[in-house]
């Protein structure tokens, strides 16, 4: 029932009630007025007629004056009732920001239509805002609610019919009623992208916004509402894998990737618990290649059943849960623990963006510096271009903590991402390590040995330390050497070992 069905009920209700409690008191009129008579006769004794009906009708017309008034007033009182809730079911049904359904109306609508796609089949897209955290950060949360307004705005100009709720936070759910076929979907989904993409002023600035969409079909893929929201969330994700700003439906392989997730997500989950996990621990080199600087802490996991497994299986699954900062939290304490009896002047720890948006990752690593008895001055946090660093956001506080208590940052795979010079012109680093793809193709690559050259003169100049990762070679060692590295690490020099076979070479040394 939408607002005027609902004013024109209430009017009706409140008429009808009015009506009938005008007939009542005009009953309880009557017995009043005969009172006043009879009052009126007791008092005088034997009063003219006359008077007698002018008292008994000035009481009537008083009372019914003072009724008029009170019904006027209830029937004032009755509308303003009736409008409140109406705003109220208003309130309950939409989302005050964006004017979308709201979720709990969206998802009985979803349920109402996945019911009836054996007769109509329906398309349905989740729809995600691409960087609104950035966005609120950097241009304040009215930025970020104006984006959100535009994408339901813009849906709604590219696909008039289509019902738009918001699912929570950035997140949206699009009904396309009627579309049976993928590919209209995705031509649907891209269109609405298109639009989004073109520039909005917002925040007094010129602004290209972008969204990520995740398509499934009912009957198609499912015909229960909340595993159709599942499968294209499946879709939204892989979209958001392979680079954002895209639309992607649902395939059959997804499910399986999926499913081998949660078995890593499980097992992994057990194994920190159970402390299966292992550290490897790489050695890194001064300028001459041969005096111990420090190491590098790698994690590895070699299962009971299914063997080694892979940090690149594994590291990724945990970054989309909690489990991240467990793992990342047992790495830095088994390394601190470990670290006496390496003997190593420094250790460094890998850390992902995802920990470092946790806004108590600084103090839980002071924590495990203070718990271990290890200096913060024997750490290196190594970090890449990945982590989105911004003045006083989170990332960068935590980082800033990190350095308070003595903790070195790197940059780690420096020249893989394309934000390099800005991070070298807006942030401090004390270490830059050189990606291994720089140093796979020195010899052959002119260019390559070029920037080598000026990423090393950039540290003499900064007097920051310049790692050559991944050597492997005596000619890429030499080169490097040549262009000013002033550290080394690789498999020529040094391959990650356990604690145990490091202590093994250090006693046959």
Same mark, same amino acid.
């Given at each position: 029932?939408?607002?005027?069905?609902?004013?024109?009920?209430?009017?009706?209700?409140?008429?009808?009630?009015?009506?009938?409690?005008?007939?009542?008191?005009?009953?309880?009129?009557?017995?009043?007025?005969?009172?006043?008579?009879?009052?009126?006769?007791?008092?005088?004794?034997?009063?003219?007629?006359?008077?007698?009906?002018?008292?008994?009708?000035?009481?009537?017309?008083?009372?019914?004056?003072?009724? &008029?008034?009170?019904?006027?007033?209830?029937?004032?009182?009755?509308?303003?009732?009736?409008?409140?809730?109406?705003?109220?079911?208003?309130? !309950?049904?939409?989302?005050?920001?964006?004017?979308?359904?709201?979720?709990?109306?969206?998802?009985?609508?979803?349920?109402?239509?996945?019911?009836?796609?054996?007769?109509?089949?329906?398309?349905?897209?989740?729809?995600?805002?691409?960087?609104?955290?950035?966005?609120?950060?950097?241009?304040?949360? !009215?930025? %970020?609610?104006?984006?959100?307004?535009?994408?339901? &705005?813009?849906?709604?100009?590219?696909?008039?019919? !289509?019902?738009?709720?918001?699912?929570?936070?950035?997140?949206?759910?699009?009904?396309?009623?009627?579309?049976?076929?993928?590919?209209?979907?995705?031509?649907?989904?891209?269109?609405?992208?298109?639009?989004?993409?073109?520039?909005?002023?917002?925040?007094?600035?010129?602004?290209?916004?972008?969204?990520?969409?995740?398509?499934?079909?009912?009957?198609?893929?499912?015909?229960?509402?909340?595993?159709?929201?599942?499968?294209?969330?499946?879709?939204?994700?892989?979209?958001?894998?392979?680079?954002?700003?895209?639309?992607?439906?649902?395939?059959?392989?997804? @499910?399986?990737?999926?499913?081998?997730?949660?078995?890593?997500?499980?097992?992994?989950?057990?194994?920190?618990?159970?402390?299966?996990?292992?550290?490897?621990? @790489?050695?890194?080199?001064?300028?001459?290649?041969?005096?111990?600087?420090? +190491?590098?802490?790698?994690?590895?996991?070699?299962?009971?059943?299914?063997?080694?497994?892979?940090?690149?299986?594994?590291?990724?699954?945990?970054? /989309?849960?909690?489990?991240?900062?467990?793992?990342?939290?047992?790495?830095? &304490?088994?390394?601190?623990?470990?670290?006496?009896?390496?003997?190593?002047?420094?250790?460094?720890?890998?850390?992902?963006?995802?920990?470092?948006?946790?806004?108590?990752?600084?103090?839980?690593? %002071? !924590?495990?510096?203070? /718990?271990?008895?290890?200096?913060?001055?024997?750490?290196?946090?190594?970090?890449?271009?990945?982590?989105?660093?911004?003045?006083?956001?989170?990332?960068?506080?935590?980082?800033?903590?990190?350095?308070?208590?003595?903790?070195?940052?790197?940059?780690?795979?420096?020249?893989?991402?394309?934000?390099?010079? @800005?991070?070298? #012109? #807006?942030?401090?680093?004390?270490?830059?390590?050189?990606?291994?793809?720089?140093?796979?193709?020195?010899?052959?690559?002119?260019?390559? +040995?070029?920037?080598?050259?000026?990423?090393?003169?950039? %540290?003499?100049?900064?007097?920051?330390?310049?790692?050559?990762?991944?050597?492997?070679?005596?000619?890429?060692?030499?080169?490097?050497?040549?262009?000013?590295?002033?550290?080394?690490?690789?498999?020529?020099?040094?391959?990650?070992?356990?604690?145990?076979?490091?202590?093994?070479?250090?006693?046959?040394?």
């Amino acid at each position: 029932m939408d607002k005027v069905e609902s004013r024109t009920a209430a009017t009706i209700l409140i008429d009808r009630h009015t009506r009938i409690a005008a007939i009542a008191i005009g009953f309880m009129a009557l017995p009043v007025g005969l009172m006043v008579l009879a009052l009126l006769h007791q008092g005088v004794g034997n009063p003219p007629a006359s008077l007698m009906v002018g008292a008994a009708a000035v009481s009537m017309i008083v009372l019914f004056a003072l009724l &008029r008034g009170s019904f006027v007033l209830l029937r004032r009182n009755l509308y303003l009732f009736a409008d409140e809730r109406i705003a109220a079911a208003d309130r !309950a049904r939409l989302d005050t920001l964006t004017g979308a359904l709201s979720r709990a109306v969206f998802l009985e609508t979803l349920k109402l239509e996945v019911a009836g796609s054996s007769r109509a089949p329906i398309a349905y897209l989740q729809a995600d805002m691409d960087h609104l955290k950035a966005l609120n950060d950097g241009d304040g949360h !009215a930025a %970020g609610d104006a984006a959100l307004l535009h994408l339901v &705005r813009t849906i709604r100009m590219v696909v008039p019919d !289509a019902i738009v709720g918001r699912l929570g936070g950035d997140e949206f759910g699009v009904l396309l009623p009627g579309c049976e076929d993928k590919q209209e979907a995705l031509q649907i989904g891209t269109a609405v992208l298109t639009a989004f993409n073109r520039p909005i002023g917002i925040a007094g600035r010129e602004l290209r916004l972008s969204a990520t969409i995740g398509v499934a079909l009912a009957p198609e893929d499912s015909t229960y509402p909340d595993e159709l929201i599942a499968l294209a969330d499946l879709a939204l994700y892989e979209a958001k894998r392979t680079g954002r700003g895209r639309v992607v439906a649902f395939d059959k392989e997804m @499910q399986i990737e999926a499913r081998h997730k949660r078995f890593v997500k499980r097992e992994l989950r057990a194994a920190i618990l159970l402390d299966e996990l292992d550290l490897h621990y @790489q050695p890194i080199f001064g300028a001459d290649a041969r005096t111990l600087v420090g +190491h590098e802490a790698l994690v590895r996991w070699q299962h009971k059943v299914r063997g080694t497994v892979p940090p690149s299986e594994f590291i990724h699954v945990a970054e /989309e849960s909690d489990l991240i900062n467990r793992l990342g939290e047992w790495v830095l &304490r088994r390394a601190c623990l470990d670290l006496p009896a390496l003997g190593t002047p420094s250790m460094s720890i890998n850390v992902s963006a995802v920990q470092l948006r946790r806004p108590e990752f600084a103090q839980r690593f %002071g !924590a495990i510096l203070a /718990e271990t008895g290890v200096s913060g001055q024997k750490i290196t946090v190594e970090i890449t271009e990945t982590v989105p660093l911004q003045s006083n956001a989170v990332e960068d506080l935590n980082l800033k903590a990190l350095r308070a208590m003595g903790v070195r940052v790197a940059i780690d795979d420096f020249g893989a991402g394309h934000a390099s010079l @800005q991070y070298l #012109k #807006k942030f401090s680093f004390d270490i830059i390590k050189i990606d291994r793809s720089y140093i796979n193709s020195l010899a052959e690559s002119p260019v390559d +040995h070029v920037l080598v050259k000026a990423i090393c003169e950039i %540290g003499r100049h900064s007097n920051v330390d310049i790692v050559a990762e991944g050597v492997e070679t005596e000619e890429q060692l030499r080169m490097l050497k040549a262009a000013g590295c002033s550290r080394f690490q690789g498999y020529l020099l040094g391959r990650p070992m356990p604690l145990r076979r490091q202590l093994a070479m250090t006693e046959a040394a």
